[in-house]
């Protein structure tokens, strides 16, 4: 049935069109409605958490990692509860991960390095 349409199906085809097309609308509509408040939330933690340290928060990392070392030194990590384990570890692989990811964004490929040259 490649043929023309008749005025009769023409019309029942352009109402059909006409449908998805306000139904397509406001679906977006609706979409666009309900994305906006979680996608606000998403902006005001990333406004926070994506950003580069400032200056001023130098001498904070330094102490953290002082912190970090003195710890390792005294074995205060044998005082922490599963819960605090855990939360660490799945930090340390998650900076692994990301590591990574970014040398296989780096170098091109998931394995090995071209040395062709």
Same mark, same amino acid.
């Given at each position: 049935m490649l043929g023309k349409l008749n005025d009769e199906e023409s019309a029942q085809h352009d109402t059909t069109m006409a449908s998805i097309a306000s139904k397509g609308s406001s679906l977006v509509s609706t979409l666009l409605t309900q994305a906006r408040p979680k996608f606000n939330v998403f902006m005001k933690y990333a406004r926070v958490e994506l950003t580069p340290p400032t200056p001023g928060d130098i001498p904070a990392i330094r102490d953290g990692i002082a912190r970090l070392v003195s %710890? *390792?030194? #005294? %074995?205060?990590?044998? !005082? /922490? #509860? =599963?819960?605090? *384990?855990? /939360? !660490?570890? /799945? =930090? *340390? *692989?998650?900076v692994c991960f990301w590591f990574y990811a970014g040398e296989c964004i780096g170098k091109r490929h998931l394995v090995g390095y071209d040395v062709s040259e």
């Open positions: %710890g *390792a030194r #005294t %074995g205060a990590w044998k !005082n /922490l #509860t =599963v819960k605090q *384990a855990w /939360l !660490n570890s /799945l =930090v *340390a *692989a998650e």
